[in-house]
């Protein structure tokens, strides 16, 4: 999972992707550490999940990024981490701030143009796909 934001803009609507992540973070009780090769903040575990009807497990191994680049860079960050990880496009999954849905509204789009979000811009033209889960979450446009 990444989650966009600008990170020197704690607690703001635009960081609405990282505060997700640092809420999940909190709820599994991983702690942030500096990766310098993904210039990101990262956590990581195993979870073990239980099989639907039967008593075998899955263990999924969840990486949590945090890029320490500006949201409209943020790119190169993901790119890294995904190459490194050997992760395909269809188990990435990137948190954004949407401005076109209300405050509250949450979507899952698996791929497509950026909508217009430069974050997600700059992810497609580093990944070199647009074949990635985005997790809209809306913050509705701010007050005038």
């Known amino acids: 999972f990444a989650?966009?934001?600008?990170?020197n803009l704690p607690n703001t609507r635009h960081n609405a992707g990282m505060m997700i992540l640092d809420h999940?973070?909190?709820?599994?009780?991983?702690?942030?550490?500096q990766h310098k090769p993904w210039k990101a903040h990262?956590?990581?575990?195993?979870?073990?999940?239980?099989?639907?009807?039967?008593?075998?497990?899955?263990?999924?191994?969840?990486t949590l990024l945090k890029p320490r680049l500006l949201m409209n860079v943020?790119?190169?960050?993901v790119a890294r981490a995904v190459r490194d990880l050997s992760i395909p496009g269809t188990s990435v999954y990137v948190?954004?701030?949407?401005?076109?849905?209300?405050?509250?509204?949450?979507?899952?789009?698996?791929?497509?143009?950026?909508?217009?979000?430069?974050?997600?811009?700059?992810?497609i033209q580093h990944l070199g796909t647009d074949a990635f889960w985005r997790v809209r979450l809306?913050?509705?446009?701010?007050?005038?």
């Open 3 to 7: 989650g966009l934001g600008n990170y």
């Open 95 to 123: 948190f954004q701030d949407d401005l076109q849905r209300d405050l509250g509204k949450v979507s899952l789009k698996s791929s497509g143009s950026a909508n217009g979000h430069n974050g997600i811009k700059s992810v």
């Open 138 to 144: 809306g913050v509705g446009r701010p007050d005038t």
């Open 24 to 33: 999940l973070a909190k709820l599994l009780e991983l702690k942030w550490i």
């Open 74 to 77: 943020s790119g190169p960050s």
């Open 42 to 62: 990262i956590a990581q575990t195993t979870l073990t999940i239980p099989s639907t009807g039967s008593k075998e497990t899955h263990e999924i191994h969840l």
